[in-house]
């Protein structure tokens, strides 16, 4: 009995089950494809009305689709007898890894070779050609090779849980699937996470000269060069100097325009992370009013200004992989925007630990308060009161207001 679906890498376990119960020898090859082969063969069954309902031209669904088939079909068939097979050898006619698995019961004829039509030669030269080369020795048994499969698909049933209730459901061929690209990206960069990978690191920054900018951007560049990262920053994404090693841009309050979008557009074709950092909910129209933003109650003359600028940075927001924020309470408001997202609070440098001064008394306690601008009045006054009460009560206690 042969069995050939791609879905069977999904219900394999109830073959398998059935074929234990039935005392049957259970043999698995592997057929590998280019997954931009995939892509392409799912959407041109959109122009075939029989096959439509089964067709896929959202590049990123395929490919999504295809990442998950192949890393099940490997950890479902462990502990099988299998092999594994590149698509052009099969086209090609080289089916001598189904020729070895199949042993002793391979008919020695070899009669079903004429099952397989090898295409022209003009059509498949490259195919033969390389049906006729010793392919590598990776097996699908290799230690390290399941190892990095068993980091793939715990990094996919991460993102997949991450984006499951904004993706309830699924367009239909013709219409934009929202948020595979995104999936298929976290995707990528979660496993490239999982890997340890390194590389060079690029800020770019639309307040170079704001206190946001010495927290979210110099801290942060200071930290990972600790880490071993090379870090760039940079004011405007045409100052952007990229490397072959380019693994993140990560994005300070900039609003969306044409040149972030050819930026992004660059990163998506190089596999770059682009991640946002915000630390405000200046991507909310809703609160650009002086009721809610208090820099507004300062400077009314500004509200036209950050009406216009809201939808600008939602949609920068929107674009970019995933998100840093500075609180849960943000992050929960931009998580419909962007589900990807990451609380990082705010922190110091260690160079600006070490320069602070340290006093004798032990039993000192100072509580700090770092505005960064006088906007945040409305802010310190729901602690005011217990701040008030906390100083009045002991004495070794100490207000530090930075701002």
Known sequence: L?????????????????????????????????????????ARRYANPVFRPAAIVQTERSELLWQRYSLWAEWHSRGCTRAHIEYEQLVAGDI??????????????????????????????DAQNLAGQQLPPESPDDVHHQQHNDQQRQAYDKVQARYAELRTDVPSPP???????????????????????RG????????????????????????LATHGLRVDISETPQQVQWSDDTCAVVLFRLRWNAELATLAARCKQRGIALIYDIDDAVFDSALMTPAHFDYLRVR??????????APLYREALQQCDA?????AALAARAQPIQPNVHVVPNGLAPNRMSASPRRAERDLVRIGYASGTPTHQKDFAEVAEALVEVLARHAQVQLCVLG
């Not at 890894?97 to 003009?122: C, E, F, K």
């Not at 003359?301 to 216009?308: C, I, V």
């Not at 998100?323 to 609180?327: H, N, V």
Request: charged fraction near 20%; charge should be positive; hydrophobic fraction near 45%.
């Open 200 to 223: 060079h690191v690029v800020f770019i920054s639309d307040s170079p000269a704001s206190r946001g900018h010495i927290y979210r951007v110099e801290h942060a560049a200071t930290a």
């Open 323 to 327: 998100a840093m924020l500075t609180t």
């Open 96 to 125: 001598e890894p189904l020729r070895r698995l199949l042993h002793p019961w391979w008919p020695q004829n070899d009669g079903p070779i004429a099952m397989v039509q090898a295409p022209p030669r003009a059509k498949y030269e």
């Open 2 to 42: 042969v069995l050939k679906d791609p879905r069977l890498c999904l219900v394999f376990p109830l073959w398998q089950q059935a074929a234990r119960e039935l005392d049957a020898d259970i043999r698995v090859l592997l057929i590998r494809r280019n997954v931009h082969d995939v892509s392409a063969s799912l």
């Open 175 to 197: 219409q934009t699937d929202r948020y595979a690209a995104q999936l298929l990206r976290a995707f990528q960069h979660a496993v490239a996470s999982a890997s340890g990978a």
């Open 300 to 309: 009314r003359d500004q509200h036209e200004h950050w009406q216009r600028s």
